[in-house]
């Protein structure tokens, strides 16, 4: 570990943080740093470098006993740390479907920094309130909810989807009769579960968390695509909790909400939507016959941190059954100064304290505006079917899948080739994408998911498959 030339005596450090309030120095550092990063990010390789990597052991030290200087720890970060990041605000990382990052988002997470704005209550933060409550009737208008719909700003669609099931296990066991809150599971009357074999995995985490158990889930049949069966789907009841997908995560594929929706309907069973990068087709004319129908379900989650490209992290879920939301999230406490007339943002979520995410979340979307997110999310699927063909083109590559929206799964004509071009591919650092397993077979997946792509990224991607397929070791 390098040495540090000067430490601070504890008896000072409240003077020392006083004097870089007061200078500016480490945060105009940090800014020069930023916009460094910023300048390389489209040419720097997208997955650091092997010495970048071993680099990190310069992190490894017992706990510090004295304090150090903030320029040294921020000087640490730039040395050390940049060099190990993966460009994801570029536009050829594919590896995952992370977005990139819309820049006045990423100035308005900037600012909210500075802010550092506790989320919880209104008194604690009325411009965050505020920012929620008008986002909120935003994507009610985006996703045609009713007026009594709510949305909750979590960090994810992890804690999204916990939220949204959360609901619906309360509306179901109270239509029976019985309290969740008061009473817990123990002795409650059952209530049943009903998802896609092909449903994600912070589906059935969410499910785990909620003491429902995932062996409880009664599993539907697919097809080749991933989608739900509709005429697999069991007969459903008001006991039934139906999850559907929008956006299967390896092929991008959308369940048939129309036709299950209103099979559920009819059975006055709670339906939740898993839409971490799909639910946002619904905000694109030309891409919205995906999710036609999907609005009439009764809860939602959404990664923002995804299609949309705000910032890391954000999420989103959304409920029509306010009642059901609330009450599955209820806080109280006679310390709490809640408003009659604003919104407390930890009645809305399963935490109470948070970071103020809405500032970037209401930026980006204030900035794109309907037609600007309509256009992003259309080139999304314009670079994912340039991509498909484009493989096609270069020969060797099978495309798997459907190319729907903004996923591309890809495969050689043997697993153990498909597994050498990937690792190939990875090791030229000129894109990244993964690997996964579809219908048995091995695949290498492309999310195309960042605004920053453009056609000749992905022509440069593409050749980085060509020579990844040409290669020999």
């Keep these: 570990m ?43 390789h997208i997955f650091p470098t092997s010495q970048a990597v071993d680099n990190l052991k310069f992190f490894d030290e017992p706990f510090p006993v004295a304090a150090a200087p903030a320029k040294e ?21 594919f590896g995952f ?34 920012l929620e409550t008008v986002v909120e009737s935003w994507l009610k208008e985006l996703f045609q909810l009713p007026p009594s719909a709510v949305a909750g700003f979590v960090s994810g669609t992890s804690p999204a989807n916990f939220c949204g099931l959360a609901a619906g296990r309360w509306r179901l066991l109270k239509r029976q009769h019985w309290d969740v809150n008061a009473k817990g599971l123990y002795n409650a009357p ?22 429902m158990g995932n062996e409880n889930v009664e599993w539907i049949d697919v097809d080749d695509q991933g989608r739900i069966d509709p005429s ?31 099979k559920a309907k009819a059975a006055n069973a709670w339906v939740h939507v898993d839409g971490a990068f799909g639910l946002w087709a619904a905000a694109s004319p030309q891409l919205a016959h995906l999710t036609a129908g999907m609005n009439q379900a009764d809860s939602f989650a959404a990664d923002a941190h995804k299609t949309l490209n705000t910032p890391y992290d954000s999420g989103i879920v959304l409920c029509s059954d306010k009642e059901a939301y609330l009450s599955a999230l209820q806080i109280s406490g006679s310390y709490l100064a809640t408003s009659d007339q604003a919104r407390d943002g930890m009645l809305y979520t399963q935490e109470a304290s948070r970071r103020s995410r809405i500032i970037e979340l209401w930026a980006t979307l204030k900035f794109l505006g309907r037609s600007g997110l309509a256009e992003m999310i259309n080139n999304l699927h314009a670079r994912a079917l340039q991509f498909a063909a484009a493989l096609k083109k270069v020969g060797g590559f099978e495309i798997v899948n459907n190319v ?10 043997s697993d153990e080739k498909t597994a050498q071009v990937l690792g190939r591919i990875q090791e030229f650092r000129d894109c990244w994408v993964g690997g996964s397993v579809w219908q048995g077979r091995k695949v290498i997946r492309i999310s195309v998911c960042s605004w920053a792509t453009t056609e000749d990224d992905v022509v440069k991607s593409a050749m980085s498959f060509k020579k990844a397929m040409e290669s020999d070791y």
């Excluded at 430490?7 to 020069?32: G, R």
């Excluded at 720890?73 to 990382?93: D, H």
């Excluded at 059952?190 to 003491?211: E, M």
């Design 2 to 44: 390098p040495q540090v030339e000067q430490k601070i005596d504890m008896k000072n450090i409240q003077q020392a943080m006083q004097e870089d309030l007061a200078s500016k120095e480490i945060f105009e550092m940090a800014q020069s740093f930023g916009f460094d990063y910023l300048e390389k990010s489209t040419s720097r």
């Design 73 to 93: 720890v921020i000087n640490l970060l730039q040395q050390y740390g940049s060099p190990a990041t993966v460009s994801q605000i570029g536009g050829r990382y």
């Design 97 to 130: 479907v992370d977005g990139g990052a819309v820049p006045a988002g990423m100035a308005a997470k900037l600012l909210g920094t500075f802010w550092d704005q506790n989320t919880a209550m209104y008194v604690m933060s009325p411009i965050c309130s505020k």
């Design 190 to 211: 059952p209530i049943r579960i009903v998802a896609g074999k092909h449903a994600h995995s912070t589906v059935i985490k969410a499910i785990n968390l909620l003491g």
């Design 232 to 262: 697999a789907l069991p007969a459903l009841d008001d006991k039934t909790l139906l999850i559907l997908q929008a956006g299967e995560v390896n092929t991008g594929s959308f369940d048939p909400f129309a036709e299950l929706i209103s």
């Design 404 to 413: 729907v929206f903004n996923q591309v799964l890809v495969r050689c004509d």
